[in-house]
């Protein structure tokens, strides 16, 4: 069982919704060997209708409480570029791939996205540029993502207010 | 005519603090040693709540008691410091009861407010800020963003103007911001003692700021 997880945070994004549940976009990951699509639509308008085939199946929500387990069992992860989707991707070590919202210029989210992208963290598109990414990328150059290291803070911190042990 | 009289006054105050704050960034700081302290945390909403409790999470048993402080109604940060707190405790001490408490203040600046209001927002806040931060008395505020920490931060800069405590202010701008700070971050850098930023092009950017690479 190979799934694919979309997931655009508490926001809508239905350009990438109505995109990914396309049918050419459903054939595309059905060749790479997905056969489950989960898609976690937030606010959006575009409501796909879920199905179970033998070969394939959709899932369809808005929200859920927490989206670990969902993160958890995909074997890629295709997101909005908010900061918290992508760093809780990233931290589960998922293969990402982050759909820009060209209808949101001038988003600091974008700020993150772009910046891992440039370090080779993960894949970064538009919904028109999608598909093609999707047949033609390869997740093994994907670097992965380290921690980061809350201990430099700590001591750093116990220095300079003088902190004795 | 009184809201002219507040902003007077708010610009007033403002004006002393800045100059009393120039006066205090150029005087060398004394390191005091210590064998414990206080800790005033500013947690926000979502994404700031996850980031500073990563930091709260790797200090010491000496940052005792810890006083966290909450938008109100933000049930989904307060969940996430009693599972933190709780986790503390069980690795530390399991017997003896967690050093913490949680406070909630009205929000200063829901997202995309305008700046003209926030500013009448904020100085509301600073009504329930203040006595807070007065009563606590912390030996530090930690904070990341969220817009509540600005009067929070006012409030501990003003007990040091006062005479009453001299805290410390750690800022710690968010994973997020790789190139431009946010606004928190825009005035905290003022009023900060520690301005500490996660990517080297802000580092850049403000030199006096510290980098110690990724810390959340």
């Given at each position: 069982m190979k799934s694919a997880f979309v997931t655009v945070g508490t926001t809508s994004f239905d350009d990438l919704i109505a995109c990914v549940a396309a049918e050419d976009s459903l054939r595309i990951l059905k060749n790479l060997g997905y056969n489950r699509l989960v898609l976690q639509i937030g606010k959006g308008t575009v409501v796909p209708e879920p199905f179970s085939t033998e070969s394939f199946t959709l899932d369809v929500y808005r929200y859920k409480d927490s989206l670990k387990e969902d993160l958890q069992q995909a074997d890629l992860v295709i997101s909005h570029a908010g900061a918290g989707s992508c760093l809780e991707s990233l931290e589960k070590g998922k293969p990402l791939v982050v759909v820009v919202?060209?209808?949101?210029?001038?988003?600091?989210?974008?700020e993150l996205a772009k910046q891992l992208h440039k370090e080779g963290h993960l894949f970064y598109c538009t919904c028109s540029t999608l598909r093609g990414l999707l047949q033609s990328m390869d997740l093994s150059t994907l670097k992965c993502y380290p921690p980061g290291q809350p201990e430099k803070f700590s001591a750093f911190l116990d220095k300079v207010v003088g902190l004795q042990k | 005519m009184v809201s002219i009289l507040i902003l007077t006054a708010a610009v007033g105050a403002v004006t002393i603090l800045l100059v009393q704050r120039l006066w205090a960034v150029f005087r060398p700081h004394h390191v005091t040693p210590r064998k414990s302290l206080g800790l005033l945390i500013v947690a926000g909403s979502g994404g700031h709540t996850t980031e500073i409790l990563r930091l709260v999470g790797s200090?010491?048993?000496?940052?005792?008691p810890r006083h966290y402080v909450i938008a109100e109604s933000d049930e989904m940060s307060a969940s996430k410091i009693h599972a933190l707190e709780r986790s503390r405790a069980e690795r530390d001490s399991p017997t003896k009861c967690p050093q913490y408490h949680l406070h909630r203040i009205p929000r200063s600046r829901e997202v995309r407010q305008s700046w003209l209001s926030s500013v009448f927002t904020t100085l509301n806040s600073m009504w329930f800020s203040f006595p807070l931060v007065h009563r606590i008395k912390p030996d530090l505020v930690l904070c990341n963003g969220?817009?509540?920490?600005v009067p929070i931060c006012v409030s501990a800069l003003l007990l040091g103007i006062l005479g009453i405590k001299k805290v410390i202010i750690v800022y710690v701008e968010s994973i997020c911001r790789v190139e431009t700070l946010s606004l928190s971050g825009k005035i905290l850098w003022h009023l900060s003692d520690f301005f500490i930023v996660q990517w080297p092009a802000l580092k850049e950017k403000y030199p006096k700021s510290i980098y110690l690479g990724r810390i959340v």
């Open positions: 919202n060209e209808k949101l210029m001038n988003n600091h989210q974008l | 200090l010491s048993h000496a940052y005792s969220p817009g509540t920490c």
